[in-house]
Every structure is written in structure tokens, then in C-alpha cells.
């Protein structure tokens, strides 16, 4: 079974993808500093690469993920790996996170 490194969240955050196999837009179901799963009637291809726009609520400006991996893929949902997004963002989304509540049986 695979071990998690961060603990996930439960959110329903709006999100925008876009790469060269898949553009769309869906909704974040869980989400943790270093990936989330994701919700959309696009499918997406393990291992392809995104560009991601993350709308947390009470922020003006999307978190913008320069690049992240499908790790998963089932039907219409999919699981992502942030790879790179910059110190600002990286802060921002840090500090939502620490306001989630935990889900029982996180690691």
C-alpha cells in the first residue's frame, strides 16, 4: 500500500488544468502541501504533465502550479504531484492548509 509523505484534506476547491494531452477544469476533492486528487469530466493520462490555476477561497489571484504529474487516473478522476510552483505560492498554499481539519485515518 502506498504511503502518503503529507496528510490530506478534504476540500471542493475549483481548479483549471491545461498540458498536451488534457485541458479542462474540475473541482479539487483532496488536497495536501505536496499533490491533490481531482474531479473533472476530462480524463487524464498517468504521467502526463499539467499546468495548474488552484481558487482557494478569499484569494483574488488562483495559486498557479508551474508543473505537476497525473500520478493516477480512474475513469474521472485523477491524482496530481506538484512539482514546481513558486515560493509565493508555495506560501499561500501552505497557509490554507493549515486551516483545514484533518480527515480521519490521514497518515
Do not use: K, M, Q, S
Given at each position: 500500500m502506498e504511503q502518503r509523505q503529507s496528510e490530506r484534506f478534504?476540500?471542493?476547491?475549483?481548479?483549471a488544468f491545461s498540458g498536451d494531452l488534457v485541458e479542462g477544469?474540475?473541482?479539487v476533492v483532496d488536497i495536501s502541501r505536496g499533490?491533490?486528487?481531482v474531479g473533472s469530466d476530462q480524463t487524464a493520462r498517468k504521467g502526463s504533465?499539467?499546468?495548474l490555476l488552484l481558487?482557494?477561497?478569499h484569494h483574488v489571484a488562483p495559486i498557479k502550479i508551474?508543473?505537476?504529474?497525473?500520478?493516477?487516473?480512474i475513469g474521472e478522476a485523477f491524482g496530481l504531484e506538484f512539482i514546481r510552483m513558486s515560493p509565493q505560492h508555495q506560501q499561500?498554499?501552505?497557509q490554507f492548509i493549515d486551516t483545514l481539519p484533518s480527515v480521519p485515518g490521514s497518515p
Open positions: 478534504r476540500v471542493h476547491l475549483p481548479i477544469d474540475g473541482l499533490g491533490c486528487g504533465f499539467v499546468h481558487y482557494l477561497p508551474e508543473l505537476a504529474v497525473v500520478r493516477w487516473a499561500h498554499l501552505r
